[in-house]
């Protein structure tokens, strides 16, 4: 991943909607959800979150799909884990870092 795709990346996740909207993907799971769903538990009007999900697309953070007449929307897991490595490269110069992973924090 390179530095442009990660800026993107990070661009799209720092507003609270969109942000909101992501992790609602990642805890979905692969899955994924339509935008009305989407749209009932965030309570998100049905404009906004397409705006929203038009930015996570760009920014390659979220995969379409068609399903019958529906869309659904996914994260992109594979996007997310590259972000999160990139920033993550260089972690402590190499050494064992002193904070323990998240999700070895919380058993999952």
Same mark, same amino acid.
């Given at each position: 991943m390179n530095e442009d795709h990660?800026?993107?990346a990070l661009a799209a996740l720092a507003h609270p909607v969109r942000l909101k909207v992501f992790r609602a993907l990642v805890v979905t799971g692969?899955? !994924?959800?339509t935008p009305g769903?989407?749209?009932e538990g965030l309570?998100?009007? &049905?404009?906004?979150l397409s705006f929203h999900l038009k930015e996570l697309a760009a920014a390659?953070?979220?995969t379409t799909e068609r399903a019958s007449r529906n869309l659904v929307y996914r994260a992109a897991y594979d996007?997310?884990? !590259?972000?999160v490595g990139y920033l993550t490269e260089n972690c402590c110069a190499g050494a &064992?870092?002193?904070?323990?992973?998240?999700?070895?924090?919380?058993g999952c």
């Amino acid at each position: 991943m390179n530095e442009d795709h990660v800026i993107r990346a990070l661009a799209a996740l720092a507003h609270p909607v969109r942000l909101k909207v992501f992790r609602a993907l990642v805890v979905t799971g692969p899955g !994924g959800m339509t935008p009305g769903v989407m749209q009932e538990g965030l309570g998100v009007p &049905a404009t906004t979150l397409s705006f929203h999900l038009k930015e996570l697309a760009a920014a390659g953070l979220v995969t379409t799909e068609r399903a019958s007449r529906n869309l659904v929307y996914r994260a992109a897991y594979d996007q997310m884990n !590259g972000v999160v490595g990139y920033l993550t490269e260089n972690c402590c110069a190499g050494a &064992a870092c002193a904070v323990e992973p998240a999700s070895a924090a919380c058993g999952c």
